[in-house]
């Protein structure tokens, strides 16, 4: 009995082996397959609007410098999100595709650059460079998003919120609220960003002539008048 024991052990030996190999082999082969089944990364397409903004002739040439701290957005729009609103009271993303900073990010950029490159003002700053600017420009982004209302292609609707304050006495100087609203000339991602992009320089051209004009105003009016 004992040499029958030992051959049957000997004889088990390899086929215990054999199938714990092939137990082996199909969880892996589960596992590769469940790896397979895992969604892909979609690739997303990045846009960066670079409005051109012609000077105006009509703009003051000014001497005071201005601050222009990062515009306010609430969190829909302070996104790199693409937004549409398919319909009254729908809002979505287009999938795929996104800008290259948060919206705020995007106006802020553009006035600074434009009020920069207009040639009207000596000094244009962020908060917190260090500059002493007598007005400061308040800016809330309402809305920056494309828009079906009845038509086959949307409409880009910039709407910006503007305050120009005056430093010292924290007096507001003026208020108004600037709006684009630019057909897109397809629906494509590609031509509504670039709708974007002359609804931002539209925006920009207006906010920089309404504060070098108000500015400009503000200041001769404080101005000792001659006799």
Not at 184 to 211: C, K
Request: glycine letters at 8%.
């Amino acid at each position: 009995m004992s040499t029958f024991r030992t051959r049957t052990l000997r004889t088990c030996r390899p086929r215990m082996r054999a199938l714990a190999l092939t137990l082996l082999l199909g969880a892996l082969s589960a596992t590769l397959a469940g790896c397979s089944l895992l969604p892909e990364k979609q690739p997303i397409a990045l846009y960066a609007p670079q409005p051109r903004v012609e000077t105006d002739a009509a703009w003051p040439r000014v001497d005071w410098q201005l601050l222009i701290p990062r515009p306010y957005a609430d969190a829909t729009v302070d996104s790199e999100r693409i937004l549409v609103r398919p319909q009254p009271g729908e809002l979505q993303v287009y999938k795929g595709a996104a800008w290259t900073q948060a919206a705020p990010d995007l106006v802020h950029d553009a006035l600074l650059r434009a009020f920069a490159d207009s040639g009207r003002i000596p000094g244009v700053a962020r908060r917190g460079e260090g500059v002493n600017a007598q007005y400061e420009l308040l800016l809330d982004l309402r809305r920056f998003e494309s828009e079906y209302a009845g038509g086959a292609a949307p409409t880009v609707r910039i709407e910006l919120g503007a305050r120009l304050v005056h430093n010292a006495e924290n007096r507001v100087v003026a208020a108004r609220t600037l709006v684009a609203n630019v057909p897109a000339d397809g629906t494509s991602v590609e031509a509504i960003a670039r709708a974007f992009e002359r609804g931002l320089g539209e925006t920009t051209a207006d906010a920089i002539g309404w504060t070098l004009s108000e500015g400009e105003r503000d200041r001769v009016s404080r101005e000792p008048r001659k006799r």
